[in-house]
């Protein structure tokens, strides 16, 4: 069983411009959520998507956003990047459904790693 | 608000040595309790969930506890090897998978 996917691995960008990170969950999973890992900061929640509607967000500013698409795969854009970005995008991956297979527990992929410059 | 706190924030062992890792959260209304392992660069790697009903999973050489009226979840390492080195962190959920996380523990185990 395949895991969580995350596109790209690596990133440079410079100021002012946006990127977007793209999430495959595990297969059957629904609920998708994305992670900030910085150094100062150590890891944040930036939002969850389930059934393509966004349920929870994190306290981050309005130029971090995602979506959620029909398969479950998810995407994150940050528009008008600031030196403060770089970081490590984490996604993670959960059943959140009925029945004893919604355990709760979260499965995160490997990462996307943005660099601004 | 939830606030998770890990000590130590790292530890150096020789390798055989049994350790604890400890985890303390403010907030007891707890969904489940996590932990994960993180190496240099990688993503994290469940190693224990615990529900809040539970008092305690093991998986392995890994036994994690739970004590929701105290706020604090103990992650227990027996025999470690380098292989485990790592960086380990705990993590509360709440409510709809938002993750609190800890600062986590940076673990080195020497041959």
């Known amino acids: 069983k395949a895991g969580v996917t995350q596109t790209p691995r690596y990133l440079i960008k410079t100021r002012g411009q946006q990127v977007t990170l793209s999430c495959s969950p595990i297969s059957g999973h629904r609920s998708v959520s994305w992670y900030q890992q910085t150094p100062g900061q150590g890891l944040q929640f930036l939002f969850e998507y389930f059934s393509e509607t966004q349920r929870n967000k994190g306290n981050f500013p309005g130029r971090f956003s995602g979506r959620q698409f029909s398969n479950s795969r998810s995407e994150m854009n940050v528009s008008t990047l600031e030196l403060g970005d770089s970081a490590l995008y984490l996604c993670?991956?959960?059943?959140?459904?009925?029945?004893?297979?919604?355990?709760?527990?979260?499965?995160f992929g490997e990462g996307s790693r943005l660099t601004v410059l | 608000k939830q606030e998770v706190t890990q000590i130590p924030a790292a530890l150096s062992v020789p390798e055989g040595e049994n350790l604890v890792l400890n985890c303390s959260f403010t907030?007891?209304?707890?969904?489940?309790l996590q932990w994960f392992r993180q190496d240099p660069g990688k993503g994290l790697t469940s190693l224990l969930l615990i529900q809040s009903s539970q008092r305690e999973q093991t998986s392995g050489r890994l036994n994690a506890s739970l004590d929701k009226s105290s706020g604090r979840s103990t992650l227990y390492i027996a025999a470690s090897q380098p292989g485990d080195s790592a960086t380990y962190l705990c993590?509360?959920?709440?409510?709809?998978?938002?993750?609190?996380f800890g600062g986590g523990t940076r673990l080195m185990v020497k041959p």
């Open positions: 993590a509360v959920n709440n409510a709809g998978n938002m993750l609190t």
């Open positions: 907030d007891s209304a707890i969904y489940n």
């Open positions: 993670a991956s959960s059943f959140r459904g009925g029945g004893s297979a919604n355990t709760g527990e979260l499965f």
